[in-house]
T-cell receptor
C-alpha cells in the first residue's frame, strides 16, 4: 500500500471548516483513499473513502486531486466533538488491513 | 446492532500471568482483525481472520501471543506469559464482504505490572 504523509497537528475554531490534507504521491490506480478518526479512548471510526471522484456523506467531504497524489478531508462545521486523531490511509479495495500511520491530531477550540 | 464487543474493557495483571482478550464481531461480518495500540508504535495489525481462518499473523509479536476464532461470532487473543511491554490497548475490528468499512470495538486496556 502507498505511504501517506499528514501534518502532525492542526487547530480549528468551532463552527469553521476543518480542512485536513494528506499526501499520497505514490498511490496506484487501484488504491482507494480512506479516512478514519480516533477520538480519545475510543476505537477508530470510519469517516469516508474514495477512488478519484469527490465524495460526501453526513460526516465529511473528501476532495481528491485530479492526479490523485493528494486529498483533503473537509469537516464543514467543526464541533468540539470532532477533536480527534484523523488517519488518511491508502489501500487497494481488495486489500484487507488498514495500515495506520501517525495521523493528524485535530484540536477544535471554542 | 451492538457493534464489535470486546471484553474485558480493562485488565491489570501481574507479569507472568495468562491474559485472554475476547471479541464478538458484528453479526454477518466475515473478517476479523486484532490491533494493538501503544504510544510508541501507534496502531499495529496483529492478525487477520477471514471466514474464521487466520490469513495473516505476521504482526503477532512472538510465540507468547496466540489468537483463535472458533466460530464466526467469537475470537480470543491470548498472551502467555504476559510481560510489562505487552501493556497496550488491544482493539478488535470486523468488516463485511465489501471490506470498505471496518468497525472497531472500544478496546481492551491491558496493564501488566
Amino acid at each position: 500500500d502507498a505511504k501517506t504523509t499528514q501534518p502532525p497537528s492542526m487547530d480549528c475554531a468551532e463552527g469553521r471548516a476543518a480542512n485536513l490534507p494528506c499526501n499520497h504521491s505514490t498511490i496506484s490506480g487501484n488504491e482507494y483513499v480512506y479516512w478514519y478518526r480516533q477520538i480519545h479512548s475510543q476505537g477508530p471510526q470510519y469517516i469516508i473513502h474514495g477512488l478519484k471522484n469527490n465524495e460526501t456523506n453526513e460526516m465529511a467531504s473528501l476532495i481528491i486531486t485530479e492526479d490523485r497524489k493528494s486529498s483533503t478531508l473537509i469537516l464543514p462545521h467543526a464541533t468540539l466533538r470532532d477533536t480527534a486523531v484523523y488517519y488518511c490511509i491508502v489501500r487497494v479495495a481488495s486489500g484487507y488491513a488498514l495500515n495506520f500511520g501517525k495521523g493528524t491530531s485535530l484540536l477544535v477550540t471554542p | 446492532d451492538a457493534g464489535v464487543i470486546q471484553s474485558p474493557r480493562h485488565e491489570v495483571t501481574e507479569m507472568g500471568q495468562e491474559v485472554t482478550l475476547r471479541c464478538k464481531p458484528i453479526s454477518g461480518h466475515n473478517s476479523l482483525f486484532w490491533y494493538r495500540q501503544t504510544m510508541m508504535r501507534g496502531l499495529e495489525l496483529l492478525i487477520y481472520f477471514n471466514n474464521n481462518v487466520p490469513i495473516d499473523d505476521s504482526g503477532m509479536p512472538e510465540d507468547r501471543f496466540s489468537a483463535k476464532m472458533p466460530n464466526a461470532s467469537f475470537s480470543t487473543l491470548k498472551i502467555q506469559p504476559s510481560e510489562p511491554r505487552d501493556s497496550a490497548v488491544y482493539f478488535c475490528a470486523s468488516t463485511g464482504f465489501d471490506g470498505n468499512t471496518i468497525y472497531f470495538g472500544e478496546g481492551s486496556w491491558l496493564t501488566v505490572v
